[in-house]
């Protein structure tokens, strides 16, 4: 029994709580550390309330007192004694929610942590009877699982980036933006305030530059000097009027926010996102699932750091066994995907599951989830040679797993491929100076080509990631849908039959659709005269989108200048749309304006 001058440090103090559970409400008080005594700092926002699950070690460590409401009054845990609940009934039970901070602890500084009553546990399931073998995957396990194929029709889909690009933000996206800006405009007083599609669209148009045009500061984009002005940008938008959209765009209602949602800011446009992404779902048979990062260097407490990634600050999404099912709930149930994931997803109860519901995976795995498998021992593994390995299979579920000496121990647990047939990896060898040779698992092998397509993403956006900034938390997530769904775009687009005929690498992809978003807003800018230099191209002067929309495309009286499809001298106060001519200039308007040309159509 613990003696009476100790007090409870948090830890201790929560694990009671947690397995009494009959309490209201209980507030436990932390005994502050000496003051020469380095503190680990709250991960949490300051404007947020305190939870258990935010301390750090140390922090649980420290002695502290609780206060519990209960029904028949205020309990008092202080220090550790025969009696762990001192009752005191002085205070009416009816009046259970103002209460006096006991006199020993109240005039020192103090953490509130609020604790709710919590729910019953649930019975731990019974452990998985497994029966191991020294042996292989047999065949008629690796059979089991049956691909049904791609049945998507893709000449249905848009053929030009900007057409892809409006599948994710369609106007139903579009307009909840203008919707929520419009919104948060008025309750920052400012009821002037107005926007439309179009100019959304401008907007993000400008936002998707930023990501291969960078310059210092976002203002530049504007400034008179050549070595930083982007001419695109100035003649779509004045500058203040970019500004202002940046300070009041918004993608939710402030009034109805869930407070137990860490991301309900950006949570409206998150849900319609994956909706669209679900909806023009490319099916494949290997899908990889890996955390995806978000830098942040800001206050949040959705925000973590991760020693030894590329971005060690950020918001990571997606972990966990749960996060793999979810996927899952969300796809066809009857066709048998290969799943590829990594350690912070696997487990053999996973592995089990899926194999229950007839899908076949393929995953790296920590050591201590294999549970009782009697692989050897990574400390026996690691002093074999290089290239050896262990496996084990689970006649009971048909599963197997593998461990492998490579440059690190490797574990990997699968139900559809095995050691056989054996492969071979290069790796340098410091005692050979040279490149050897080394025996692989089939599994192995298996698992390096279907998993980085998540990395792969990553890789992409990263390279030309919106680099204009904002104060806003939800700003790097908005500017991370954005060039997601950019991403995809450009991974459709090499699927259809107009990425077939005329391929784009993802900065063709976003610079084409840049493109039309700015032609569909700009304002024609009246020429000062006639242009230096040889006129371009016709299928470079107009997107043929804008070009072949039949929309607002009237002739207008203009000065002396060539037509853009005869090439033709047109003469002075004839109809003039970009491309006037001598004789006929209504036969080449009607050409230009909506036909194709015939070596586009072959």
């Known amino acids: 029994m613990a003696s009476r001058n100790r007090r409870y440090t948090v830890n201790e103090i929560i694990s009671m709580l947690e397995d009494e559970g009959n309490f209201e409400r209980a507030d436990i008080h932390v005994q502050p550390p000496p003051v020469d005594e380095l503190t680990d700092e709250d991960s949490a926002s300051e404007d947020e309330e305190v939870g258990y699950n935010n301390l750090s070690g140390r922090q649980l460590d420290q002695q502290a007192t609780a206060t519990v409401i209960r029904l028949d009054g205020r309990h008092v845990v202080d220090s550790a004694s025969d009696s762990d609940l001192e009752t005191d009934h002085s205070s009416d039970s009816s009046d259970t929610d103002e209460y006096e901070v006991p006199a020993n602890i109240a005039k020192r500084p103090q953490v509130r942590i609020a604790l709710r009553d919590p729910a019953p546990r649930p019975k731990r399931p019974a452990p998985v009877k497994r029966k191991w073998e020294n042996k292989d995957l047999p065949e008629q396990d690796k059979d089991r699982f049956t691909w049904h194929g791609s049945n998507i029709d893709k000449s ?29 405009a008025g309750s920052k007083g400012s009821h002037s305030f107005s926007t439309s599609p179009q100019e959304i669209r401008i907007f993000l148009a400008i936002l998707l530059i930023s990501g291969y045009n960078t310059v210092p500061r976002r203002r530049q984009f504007w400034s008179r000097d050549d070595d930083v002005r982007n001419e695109a940008i100035a003649r779509t938008m004045p500058r203040d009027r970019f500004d202002i959209l940046v300070r009041y765009v918004h993608l939710c209602d402030n009034n109805n926010l869930d407070r137990e949602d860490k991301f309900s800011k950006v949570r409206p446009l998150l849900c319609l996102l994956n909706e669209r992404f679900l909806l023009y779902f490319l099916k494949e048979k290997n899908l990889s699932i890996d955390e995806s990062m978000i830098p942040y260097y800001g206050r949040h407490g959705a925000k973590q750091f991760i020693r030894g990634k590329p971005i060690r600050f950020e918001f990571f999404l997606g972990m966990g066994g749960a996060v793999v099912m979810d996927l899952l709930s969300e796809l066809q149930k009857d066709d048998a995907y290969h799943l590829t994931f990594d350690n912070l997803f696997t487990s053999l109860k996973l592995v089990d599951r899926l194999t229950d519901m007839g899908i076949s995976c393929t995953g790296t795995i920590r050591a201590n989830r294999i ?121 459709i687009y090499r699927a259809t039959d107009a990425g077939l005929r005329q391929p784009l690498d993802l900065l063709g992809v976003r610079r084409a659709l840049v493109t039309v978003l700015l032609a569909q ?71 230009f304006r909506y036909s194709y040309d015939q070596s586009q159509k072959t």
């Not at 050979?432 to 792969?456: F, S, W």
């Not at 956006?461 to 919106?466: D, H, L, M």
């Not at 607002?552 to 001519?581: D, F, Q, T």
Request: charged fraction near 25%; proline fraction near 6%; aromatic fraction near 10%.
């Open 371 to 491: 549970e009782d498998c009697p692989v050897k021992n990574v400390k026996d593994m690691g002093k074999t040679q290089r290239g050896n390995y262990d496996k084990r299979y689970d006649a009971h579920k048909g599963l197997i797993v593998v461990r492998w000496n490579d440059n690190n121990i490797v574990n990997v647990v699968s139900n559809c491929h095995g050691v056989e047939p054996l492969q071979q990896a290069t790796r340098w060898s410091k005692q050979e100076k040279a490149r050897v040779r080394l025996p692989q698992p089939y599994l192995i092998k298996h698992y390096n080509q279907t998993m980085g397509g998540v990395d792969r993403m990553d890789q992409n956006v990263e390279k030309y990631r919106i680099s204009i900034r904002s104060k806003k938390w939800w700003w790097p997530v908005f500017m991370y849908c954005i060039d997601l769904a950019v991403q995809q775009t450009w991974h």
């Open 521 to 591: 807003g700009r304002t024609p800018a009246v020429s000062p005269g006639r242009p230096r230099g040889r006129m371009r191209p016709l299928s470079r002067r107009i997107p043929d989108h804008i070009r072949l929309d039949g929309k607002n495309h009237y002739a207008e009286p203009a000065k002396e200048v060539r037509c853009s499809l005869c090439g033709k001298n047109a003469g002075h106060n004839v109809p003039n749309v970009m491309l006037e001519c001598t004789g006929n200039a209504l036969k080449c308007f009607t050409v």
């Open 156 to 184: 249905r889909w848009p053929q030009t980036p900007d057409g892809i690009f409006n599948l994710f933000f369609d106007d139903d996206v579009i307009n909840m933006i203008v919707e929520q800006s419009i919104r948060y």
